[in-house]
């Protein structure tokens, strides 16, 4: 496996008729980048909005006392509260590891299992693999790129199984497509 494929979901075969994929959630670099900004960026601005108010530099940097304070140093300040909510969501979101959760393909039972970590509750699903048609694997470049695995289900929508806002190469797609399908003995389809 590739180290990309390793970070965005590990699979297992605990035995000969059980597949299981480790989703990974929100706990990613980029989240705690952004919810670093926020918090950074939040807190600047409600100390620009205070020194404004009290006519101090409490900042090290530029000159906050000098604005006034309504509407300048107010906006700043409900800039800084936004900011700071922000921030609390993101935080939260890592902290609870949205989205984390595995899928288990178990043929012995006959049945996919789905688990997901929610906000408030885990999230699980149980679907029959006779529901599973195909393997779809959905790739779109551009402005908003798109690159997931689906399972093609009977008389349902089409089931995303991989992380959101993942981006993959293009070869660990088609390799984790390929090997899921081929568990399962259904076609892969999209490529």
């Known amino acids: ?10 699979t297992s075969e605990t035995s000969k008729g059980v597949l299981e994929q480790i989703v990974e959630g929100s706990r990613r670099n980029t989240n705690y980048f952004v919810g670093g ?12 909005s205070l020194s404004s108010f009290l006519g101090k530099d409490l900042l090290p940097l530029g000159n906050p006392s000098g604005l006034i304070f309504v509407p300048q140093g107010l906006i700043m300040g409900l800039y800084g509260i936004a900011a700071i909510f922000a921030a609390i969501y993101f935080w939260t979101l890592i902290a ?12 012995d039972l006959g049945l996919l299992v789905i688990s997901r970590r929610g906000i408030f509750k885990k999230i699980n699903l149980e679907i029959p693999l006779k529901d599973v048609k ?11 790129p798109l690159r997931r695995i689906s399972l093609r289900l009977n008389g349902r929508k089409d089931l995303p199984i991989t992380r959101a806002g993942q981006i993959k190469p ?4 088609e390799q984790e497509g390929a090997e899921l399908a081929r568990f399962l003995g259904v076609n892969l389809e999209g490529l």
């Not at 496996?1 to 590990?10: D, E, G, K, P």
């Not at 790739?139 to 908003?144: A, D, I, Q, S």
């Open 170 to 173: 293009l070869v660990d797609l």
């Open 37 to 48: 900004m926020l918090s950074i960026g939040g807190i600047g601005f409600l100390v620009a």
């Open 96 to 107: 609870i590891d949205f989205g984390s959760g595995f899928n288990r393909f178990d043929k």
């Open 134 to 144: 195909a393997i779809k694997i959905e790739v779109r470049e551009g402005f908003n």
């Open 1 to 10: 496996m590739s180290a990309n494929f390793q970070q965005s979901s590990v």
